[in-house]
């Protein structure tokens, strides 16, 4: 494990973009073929619960298989210890000085105390990944897990006669917040590896045309063109799907590459139209706000001047504080719908919803139908 990631890896990118897939069906094959163990869980799923306890039964559950010698994990990680220190560690489970039951209770251990044994005892790399991170940031509770995890980084990467490493993985659909999480001094992970999920590409749709090519009848597009579509949807695998969908239904007589932007252009709309009503339901200054951040080719900046402001009230029709505007921007924010990218400069979250906000608006005022 590469020392400048143990201090944590967190990676952000828009919804729907493949960061589960990635994470299940090619990170985590991968990190166990090398011989660590994974411990994952998602904070997505369980959204109404609390953070702690979601992470603490996933770490139960890895505990639990390494105490099953029938469970295929043990088996593994048996193998691996019999090969390296030719000890025979097939026959029971693996002991630990702690209950397993006690984990997450007041009295009970520390998750320091947890990762430390296990890494000791299985001699191996751990590996925890946490899905959509970012709802740790929401509570208490949730701070208070962040920090345990540093804790118990730091207890296991800073000991030098450690047989192993615990890298902490988060992922996260709410770009603002895990930024935050790496950049702000009060966070348990400042100053921890970050970068944008990098999106699909030309491979991965040739990948889809080769594998929808009979299914589609026929009424396959031709791989620019698909890529192309791919691009326009935000890099989405769903929408991608959806638009081969509509292609392969459409009238027989219209060429793929031809009525395929078409198939684009309506669903690029449906899928951005949720994001753009999270947007007016914030409000009409909230709207004027993100309008005026989605209309900049660069970060938008210089949203508390007084002239922006007093252009905000006239667009508005209502007077408008620069304390308005904060909180404006703090609304959009916590949505999700744009974030901080700079000492007063904001952007939109979601390169896609930008581009259909300004896609909708600008039909609307060819339409004389935008009073914005």
């Known amino acids: 494990m590469e020392t400048p990631l143990q201090a944590g890896v967190f990676l952000s990118g828009p919804r729907r973009i493949g960061k589960t897939t990635f ?41 639990k298989a390494l105490q099953t010698p029938a469970s295929d994990l043990f088996g593994r990680i048996a193998r691996q210890l019999k090969r390296v220190s030719q000890l025979d560690v097939a026959g029971a489970g693996f002991k630990f000085g702690f209950k397993l039951d006690q984990m997450g209770k007041p009295a009970g251990p520390t998750l320091a105390q947890v990762f430390t044994e296990l890494v000791e005892k299985t001699r191996t790399d751990v590996v925890l990944i946490i899905d959509e991170i970012q709802h740790a940031m929401g509570s208490t509770s949730g701070n208070d897990l962040l920090l345990a995890l540093k804790a118990a980084r730091d207890a296991v990467n800073l000991r030098p006669d450690m047989p192993g490493r615990l890298c902490i993985i988060g992922t996260g659909s709410h770009r603002a917040q895990v930024q935050e999480m790496v950049i702000r001094g009060n966070q348990a992970f400042q100053g921890a590896f970050s970068q944008p999920f990098p ?17 589609l009848a026929g009424r396959s597009p031709t791989l620019p063109a698909a890529v192309n ?10 929408e ?40 007016e339901g914030l409000g009409d200054l909230a709207v004027a706000v993100f309008n005026r951040i989605c209309q900049s080719d660069a970060p938008a900046g210089g949203l508390y001047a007084a002239q922006t402001v007093k252009a905000l009230a006239a667009e508005i ?49 060819a339409l004389g139908l935008n009073d914005a």
């Not at 969908?245 to 932007?261: C, F, G, N, V, W």
Request: aromatic letters at 6%; a negative charge.
């Open 317 to 365: 029709g209502t007077p408008v504080s620069q304390s308005a505007v904060q909180n404006a921007l703090l609304a959009l924010t916590d949505a999700n719908l744009v974030m901080s990218v700079g000492k007063g400069k904001y952007d939109v979250t979601d390169p896609f919803v930008k581009t259909a906000w300004r896609d909708s608006r600008g039909l609307a005022a």
């Open 199 to 215: 999106l699909l590409g030309e491979e991965y749709v040739a990948y889809v045309l080769d594998q929808t090519r009979k299914q």
């Open 240 to 279: 991608l799907l959806k638009a081969l969908i509509a292609l392969r239904d459409s009238p027989a007589h219209l060429e793929p590459d031809a009525q395929l932007p078409i198939i684009v252009q309506a669903l690029r709309q449906s899928a951005a139209d949720i994001e753009i009503n999270r947007a």
């Open 23 to 63: 994470v299940r069906q090619d990170l985590i094959p991968a990190l166990q073929s090398q011989g660590a163990i994974v411990v994952y869980t998602d904070l997505w799923s369980q959204v109404q619960a609390n953070p702690a306890d979601v992470v603490t039964g996933a770490v139960q559950q890895t505990i």
């Open 229 to 238: 579509a791919f691009e326009q949807l935000g890099s989405r695998p769903e």
